[in-house]
């Protein structure tokens, strides 16, 4: 079968490129050029030197296979960018401002379980509390528990939820 679009593998995904994609990758398939040193001279291992010179020669497509093999065999994660930049800031803080960091500020409401005696008033809570929400949408929901009622929201409207529906015989948790 013939294709009309190129397509590259990734992974075991193939994806259609653009033109403007295949050229970026044209251009990468040339090996990287070594910039100069700035005039020190090192001494080290012939074996260094080897290595050194063969990977230099690497394509970038090269060097990126390469280097997921090295994160496969050494069993290294990726490191986001921003945590490497925000670690050398958060170790020159006080105690006092991590402490202050570390106090929630939202929380979740979670529908636990509920009596099934009461599941009738526990249905029209959940119609009247709940925003855009008619019997038939509350009756799914509290059928579906345990669920989340609603999540990001201040403690005390947190608070306010989980007393309106333990009112009703549900066993709400805050998280």
Known sequence: MLLTTPLRMFGRHLRPLSK???????????????????????????????LYTEITSLTMIEVSEFTELLKVRLNLKDIP?????????A?????????????????????MK???????????????????????????????APTVIKSDIGKDEAEKLKEAFTKVGAECVID
């Not at 960018?81 to 800031?89: Q, Y």
């Open 91 to 111: 170790a020159g803080q006080d105690e006092e401002d991590e402490v202050a960091t570390t106090v929630k500020t939202s929380f979740t409401v979670k529908l």
């Open 20 to 50: 403007k994609t295949l050229r970026m990758y044209s251009a990468v398939a040339q090996p990287l050029t070594v910039p100069e040193p700035d005039g020190s001279q090192l001494t080290s291992s012939p074996k260094l030197e080897k």
């Open 81 to 89: 960018m921003g945590a490497m930049v925000s670690a050398p800031a």
């Open 114 to 144: 509920f009596d099934d005696k009461q599941k009738v008033a526990l249905i029209k809570e959940v119609k009247n509390l709940m925003e855009g929400m008619n019997l038939v949408q509350a009756k799914k929901f509290v059928e579906s």
